[in-house]
C-alpha cells in the first residue's frame, strides 16, 4: 500500500533558525511528489511539485528536495509569516491524479 | 477568478439527518475530489470525477453520495448523519490528466454533527 509520512509532527523555530521537514514515502511507482500550505481554517495551498530523484525547487525561504526515498522541505531563515502546516503528497502509478496526503508537520516560528 | 468555491463554511447536523455541501469551480478542469480532514491525519479520498457523468470511489466512501452533472459542480450528500462524519471537507479540482498537474483547493467546509 502507497503510504506518505511526514515527520515531525509539529516544530517550533526562532526566527531565523533554518531547518527541514521531512516527508517519506512508500517506494512503488512514485509519479510525483506534491508539497501544499495550509493555513488555519483554509484550504491547503499549492506550493511544489517534483518529479523525479535530484530535483530542487525554491520560492522564497523554501527550497524542497527529492530522493528516492524521501523529500525534504528546507525553510531558510524562517519568519513568523511561515507558520502554517505543511502537507506533502505523493501521486503513485495507477491512480487517476489521485494523491496520498501525509499527517502534515505544523511549524511555529516565533519572534 | 473564483477558483473553487464551497457552501456552507460551517455547517451543525443532528444524528440521522442529511445534507450536500456545495462544491463549484470555474476553472473548467474536468477532475474534481472531495477529501475530509480529521485532527492529526492527512487528507483522505471521499470521492473523484474525472469528468461530468462519471464519478468513482476513493479511500472513505461509505455514508456519502456524489454526482457530476457539470463540469463546474460537484456536490457531496450526507444521508443519515453520524458522529464520524464530523470533519472539515475540502473540495479539489485539476486540468487533464497527462502531466502532474497539482489540485487546486477550495476553503473547506466544518461540519459537526451531534
Known amino acids: 500500500e502507497d503510504q506518505v509520512t511526514q515527520s515531525p509532527e509539529a516544530l517550533r523555530l526562532q526566527e531565523g533558525e533554518s531547518s527541514s521537514l521531512n516527508c517519506s514515502y512508500t517506494?512503488?511507482?512514485?509519479?510525483?511528489l506534491f508539497w501544499y500550505r495550509q493555513d488555519p481554517g483554509k484550504g491547503p495551498e499549492f506550493l511544489f511539485t517534483l518529479y523525479s530523484a535530484g530535483e530542487e525547487k525554491e520560492k522564497e525561504r523554501l527550497k524542497a528536495t527529492l530522493t528516492k526515498k524521501e523529500s525534504f522541505l528546507h525553510i531558510t531563515a524562517p519568519k513568523p509569516e511561515d507558520s502554517a502546516t505543511y502537507l506533502c503528497a505523493g501521486r503513485f502509478s495507477g491512480g487517476y491524479n489521485k494523491l496520498i496526503f501525509g499527517a502534515g508537520t505544523r511549524l511555529a516560528v516565533h519572534p | 477568478n473564483a477558483g473553487v468555491t464551497q457552501t456552507p463554511k460551517f455547517r451543525i447536523l443532528k444524528i440521522g439527518q442529511s445534507m450536500t455541501l456545495q462544491c463549484t469551480q470555474d476553472?473548467?478542469?474536468?477532475?474534481m475530489y472531495w477529501y475530509r480532514q480529521d485532527p492529526g491525519m492527512g487528507l483522505k479520498l471521499i470521492y473523484y470525477?474525472?469528468?461530468?457523468?462519471?464519478?468513482d470511489k476513493g479511500e472513505v466512501p461509505n455514508g456519502y453520495n456524489v454526482s457530476r452533472s457539470t463540469t463546474e459542480d460537484f456536490p457531496l450528500r450526507l444521508e443519515l448523519a453520524a458522529p464520524s462524519q464530523t470533519s472539515v471537507y475540502f473540495c479539489a479540482s485539476s486540468p487533464e490528466q497527462g502531466s502532474l498537474y497539482e489540485q487546486y483547493f477550495g476553503p473547506g467546509t466544518r461540519l459537526t454533527v451531534t
Open positions: 517506494v512503488s511507482g512514485l509519479r510525483g
Open positions: 470525477s474525472v469528468g461530468a457523468g462519471i464519478t
Open positions: 476553472m473548467n478542469h474536468n477532475y
